[in-house]
T-cell receptor
Framework: GAGVSQSPSNKVTEKGKDVELRCDPI?????LYWYRQSLGQGLEFLIY????????KSGLPSDRFSAERTGGSVSTLTIQRTQQEDSAVYLC?????????FGPGTRLTVL | SQQGEEDPQALSIQEGENATMNCSYK?????LQWYRQNSGRGLVHLIL?????REKHSGRLRVTLDTSKKSSSLLITASRAADTASYFC???????????FGGGTRLMVKP
């Protein structure tokens, strides 16, 4: 069966531009997560969606970061006015019953 | 701040040897999970151990959990070159299934 997919796989942008990263979770999974992984570092939690509940945004590093999940399925992570320190791999995961399944990630490079 | 801390940060062994990685965490957990990540992309779930379990096996993997010491270990027996990857522990608390990851152990298995 299909796993979690993310697009694009790679994104290079210029400082100051906005970017949108997409995540397609596993069908039927009610929970969706976004994480960020900087080079050589561990995963950093960004945001968590659970069903129709208000998302847990406690991990978003600044107000330039936002995410939405439409129809309880696809999610988009938006970074406005990108900075060089935003360069990282952005991972999405969906979950059912505690176990998280991760997508391949989007590698974002801000020049 | 990160919940989990892996130890060692890097480990280099010969094929056939056993590899042991440790993880410590700070607060009460519902479960602890180990993940593998190849080439900085695509986390793969390895094993989940619940807070009321002490040991769990899956193929060549053996995970232990000591909630009194807030620590876990991952043992890979008879290692193979293909086991070369970064290994992360992640904890989930009782409030939900949000994972918090440590920085990972980079394992290199030399053929």
């Amino acid at each position: 069966g299909a796993g979690v997919s993310q697009s694009p796989s790679n994104k290079v942008t210029e400082k100051g531009k906005d970017v949108e990263l997409r995540c397609d979770p596993i069908s039927g999974h009610t929970a969706l997560y976004w994480y960020r992984q900087s080079l050589g570092q561990g995963l950093e939690f960004l945001i968590y969606f659970q069903g129709n509940s208000a998302p847990d945004k406690s991990g978003l590093p600044s107000d330039r970061f936002s995410a939405e999940r439409t129809g309880g399925s696809v999610s988009t992570l938006t970074i406005q006015r990108t900075q060089q320190e935003d360069s990282a791999v952005y991972l999405c995961a969906s979950s059912q019953q505690g176990r998280q399944f991760f997508g391949p990630g989007t590698r974002l490079t801000v020049l | 701040s990160q919940q989990g801390e892996e130890d060692p940060q890097a480990l280099s062994i010969q094929e056939g040897e056993n590899a042991t990685m440790n993880c410590s965490y700070k607060t009460s957990i519902n479960n602890l999970q180990w993940y593998r990540q190849n080439s900085g992309r695509g986390l793969v779930h390895l094993i989940l151990i619940r807070s009321n379990e002490r040991e769990k096996h899956s193929g060549r993997l053996r995970v232990t959990l000591d909630t009194s010491k807030k620590s876990s270990s991952l043992l890979i027996t008879a290692s193979r070159a293909a086991d070369t990857a970064s290994y992360f522990c992640a904890t989930s608390n009782n409030a939900g299934n949000m994972l918090t990851f440590g920085g990972g152990t980079r394992l290199m298995v030399k053929p």
